[in-house]
């Protein structure tokens, strides 16, 4: 199922610019609705993709690309029966990375690390978007965010607009999300994260009470391993207290059957899924 994806800004007080969204593919659940998971694609990729290849089983035992990468994750069951997939599209725009040629990405970027200038309108509409696609979900089914590389990043960004309660431009985060999964990811704004959350009480208690899965491979020559690493003891750091940090030895900018069983086993513990063991 896919449907054409809104228009959206950031959200802040002032005008912006207007992002339009791709379309967005959803793989329903073949079980009982327990969890929806925004899961992001890396820059230049699309949902589509990553939809066909879920609702596609089983996949082959190979090693796994950027454009296919979360989708192996239908090959191993990764308690499909449970989970609603929607897989969005990002906007086309001008990236800096690549000198200005545009492609499908969640935010324009320079520097695929920590250390990068931040496009703060960028993030907050990706964000917006994806707490706009899981605001109607029903009240019982848990909620959370994925991603590959900057899908990842902006999974990572939503994880802190939810603990600050607020986007970054300062307009409230609508939903409370119960599980975010990074790969091959960086954390974005990361800069004064840690005194933000620290102000506040109910920072600090969201963000000890949500949990993150981050993995990396040292081998990663895209997004640099020190990269990945670095993001996970700022979060730790910052509060996160939840956060698990997964590495890999040899693993490049792909994944591999052993870290998508990781994967696989921590969201069925986090997220004390019904059934788990029958896929």
């Known amino acids: 199922m896919s449907f054409g994806g809104p228009t959206m800004s950031s959200g802040s007080r002032c005008s912006v610019r207007a992002f339009e969204f791709g379309r967005t593919h959803v793989v329903r659940p073949k079980g009982k609705h327990q969890v929806t998971i925004v899961w992001l694609h890396g820059i230049g990729d699309n949902g589509s993709s990553w939809s066909q290849l879920l609702e596609t089983l089983p996949l082959p035992n190979v090693r796994i690309s950027n454009m296919d990468i979360f989708c192996y994750l239908g090959a191993k069951s990764l308690i499909m029966s449970r989970i609603k997939w929607i897989c969005p599209t990002a906007p086309i725009r001008p990236v800096a990375l690549f000198g200005g040629f545009p492609c499908t990405a969640w935010f324009d970027v320079g520097d695929l690390s920590e250390d990068g200038p931040d ?106 391993y020190q990269h990945g690493e670095k993001s996970a003891q700022i979060l730790s750091a910052t509060g996160f207290r939840s956060l698990t940090f997964r590495t890999y030895s040899g693993l490049g900018h792909y994944t591999i059957p052993q870290e998508m069983e990781d994967v696989r086993n921590w969201l069925t513990s986090r997220l004390c899924l019904e059934g788990s063991h029958t896929f």
């Open 119 to 224: 496009d703060i309108e960028g993030l907050d509409a990706s964000a917006a978007h994806v707490a706009n696609l899981l605001s109607t979900e029903p009240a019982d089914i848990k909620i959370g965010v994925g991603g590959f590389s900057m899908g990842a990043a902006t999974s990572l960004y939503s994880a802190t607009c939810c603990a600050l309660g607020k986007y970054g431009n300062g307009n409230p985060y609508p939903i409370n999300l119960s599980a975010i999964v990074g790969l091959s990811g960086w954390l974005p704004n990361s800069r004064n994260l840690k005194s933000k959350i620290e102000g506040s009480h109910e920072a600090m208690r969201r963000a000890a009470c949500l949990p993150l899965l981050l993995c990396h491979g040292k081998g990663d020559d895209v997004v640099q």
